[in-house]
């Protein structure tokens, strides 16, 4: 029996750096000072959210099958047994989570429309996997932070733009690649945020200004690196 899996490794590289990046956001606020426990519900909120995030490939099999039973039966599992360990996160926190419903339905809409590849599903759909970033921060805080959603969104929002960029090569994605980087800097000030930890979008600027071939797969390295020196930013300076 072949198990669905999300085969963009690029994907989980962004959910589990969500992941860590709500982690260590939620830790810098010592909750255990507060007499908090968190250990055990922040693993069931990863845990559920690992299996949300793979029901993808079942919902995308399940529409270009036009419902075949295997796919459904492997998106109920994966929504079902998601849902399932979500639960202790959702009795608290669902009011405050019941928004991300929107950009999920929006997602579903465009993958119904076969837009899979399209930049609005590619900004939805990493939209939906930085959910994961004040997820883990609430089952270790039980506070709700928008401002850490919109920074690690932000900031995964600029590898979308600068894949799209190297692929079609054009002044105006390099153009619109310069004027996002200085835009985030200006909204990372504005919510309070330390522009220190968008560091990391520097190489995209240089990559705008001196265009050079690269393979895809030397572009998804370096985004994997940035998103690591971003976690470590978020440590030494996230307030």
């Known amino acids: 029996m072949k198990i669905p899996i999300v085969r963009e490794w690029g994907s989980w590289a962004v959910f589990f750096t969500s992941c860590l990046g709500g982690l260590i956001a939620g830790l810098r606020m010592r909750p255990w000072v507060h007499g908090r426990e968190f250990a055990a519900e922040t693993l069931l909120t990863i845990l559920g959210l690992t299996l949300l995030i793979n029901s993808k ?6 529409i270009r099958s036009k419902g075949k039973k295997e796919h459904i039966l492997w998106l109920l599992f994966f929504v079902i047994a998601g849902l399932a360990l979500l639960t202790p996160f959702l009795v608290k926190g669902l009011n405050a989570f019941l928004i991300f419903a929107l950009p999920a339905a929006g997602y579903l809409i465009l993958l119904w429309a076969g837009k899979e590849h399209n930049l609005a599903t590619e900004l939805t759909g ?3 996997l930085t959910v994961a970033a004040p997820a883990v921060y609430f089952a270790v805080t039980g506070d709700m932070s928008w401002k850490l959603y919109l920074a690690v969104t932000l900031f995964f929002w600029a590898g979308v733009l600068k894949v799209r960029m190297r692929l079609r090569k054009s002044g105006f994605f390099r153009s619109v690649m310069i004027f996002y980087c200085v835009t985030v800097s ?5 919510l309070g945020v330390p522009v220190l ?3 990391p979008l520097l190489e995209n600027v240089f990559t705008a200004l ?3 071939p690269e393979k895809l797969r030397a572009t998804g390295y370096t985004e994997l690196a940035k998103g690591i020196l971003f976690l470590i930013f978020i440590w030494l300076f996230w307030n």
């Open 57 to 62: 490939p079942s919902i995308a099999s399940s």
């Open 126 to 128: 990493f939209s939906l």
């Open 186 to 190: 200006l909204i990372y000030n504005f």
């Open 197 to 199: 930890i968008l560091l």
């Open 210 to 212: 001196w265009l050079r």
